[in-house]
């Protein structure tokens, strides 16, 4: 991919802070952090999105992502950690090449998801739902 920026720091076109490199994956610091220290592992190869990302490949993302998520919690003293993966625009993602981002997190970052939860009218609802994804899968 020509325009991906991310692909563009895999062959070294543009600066990045490189923490973590093999054959398969390359983690660098984010340089929009959420909380400092938010490192980001991507696939050398261009994937995108989730669903059209080889199993290996997402096994190999998520593997570096807890080595780098166990060296911020010895190297910040961080109290936890938030590993996560946007896919598509409506749920934020916006460099379209997959990617985890590994954020360390401490008990007064003052950071927070505003995570709003919602609830199902019933019972009935929450079956029909599932009903459709076991079908699906």
Same mark, same amino acid.
Request: glycine share 6%; aromatic share 6%.
């Given at each position: ?8 720091? %895999?062959?070294?076109? /543009? ?25 980001? %592992? ?6 995108d ?13 998520h593997?570096?992502?807890?080595? /780098?998520?166990?060296a911020?919690?010895?190297?910040f003293g961080?109290?936890?950690?938030? /590993? ?5 625009k ?9 990617? %985890?981002?590994? /954020? ?10 505003n ?18 994804l076991?079908?699906?899968?």
């Amino acid at each position: 991919m020509n325009d991906c920026i991310f692909c563009k720091i %895999v062959a070294k076109e /543009i600066p990045a802070t490189i923490i973590y490199e093999d054959d398969e994956v390359l983690a660098f610091m984010d340089i929009g952090p959420i909380i400092k220290g938010h490192a980001l %592992v991507i696939p050398k190869k261009h994937y995108d999105p989730i669903t059209e990302t080889p199993d290996e490949i997402l096994a190999q993302l998520h593997i570096t992502a807890k080595k /780098i998520a166990s060296a911020q919690l010895n190297a910040f003293g961080a109290d936890g950690v938030n /590993i996560m993966q946007n896919n598509g625009k409506a749920s934020g993602q916006e460099v379209e090449h997959i990617h %985890v981002h590994v /954020i360390p997190r401490f008990n007064n970052d003052g950071h927070h998801w505003n995570w709003n939860a919602k609830k199902y009218d019933d019972i009935d609802e929450m079956n029909e739902l599932a009903e459709k994804l076991r079908e699906q899968l």
